[in-house]
């Protein structure tokens, strides 16, 4: 046997994704990353920035516009969307737990539980 047939060298193809089958960006992963939590934190401010009867209703209405903005931004069903605004503008509107981060708990909580794909 000659030398050439025992260094034959087998190169594998490199596989490429498919046109416009790409991951998501970084900056989608970041949004899935870290959206619920920020999502959380922007409510908390919210909330702890509304004081006083007025402040309460203004409360009301830019807590429920931040979590629909945020469930529409997440693509949710429109129902959720409605369902995130009403329970996020209570929150603002209740004055009692005004120190209590529960809206970042929330986010932090539903990201930890959030199936990976």
Do not use: H, N
Request: charged content about 15%; proline content about 9%.
């Amino acid at each position: 046997m000659s030398s050439e047939a025992s260094q034959v060298r087998v190169e594998e193809p490199e596989v490429l994704p498919p046109e416009g089958q790409r991951g998501p960006s970084r900056g989608r992963r970041a949004a899935e990353a870290f959206g619920p939590i920020s999502a959380g934190l922007a409510i908390d401010a919210v909330d702890f920035m509304a004081r006083g009867p007025i402040g309460l209703m203004i409360g009301m209405f830019v807590g429920g516009t931040l979590a629909y903005a945020f469930t529409t931004y997440w693509r949710l069903p429109v129902w959720q969307r409605m369902l995130w605004a009403l329970a996020a503008g209570l929150y603002c509107l209740i004055p009692r737990p005004r120190f209590i981060p529960l809206g970042t708990i929330v986010g932090a909580v539903s990201q930890y539980f959030q199936s990976r794909k």
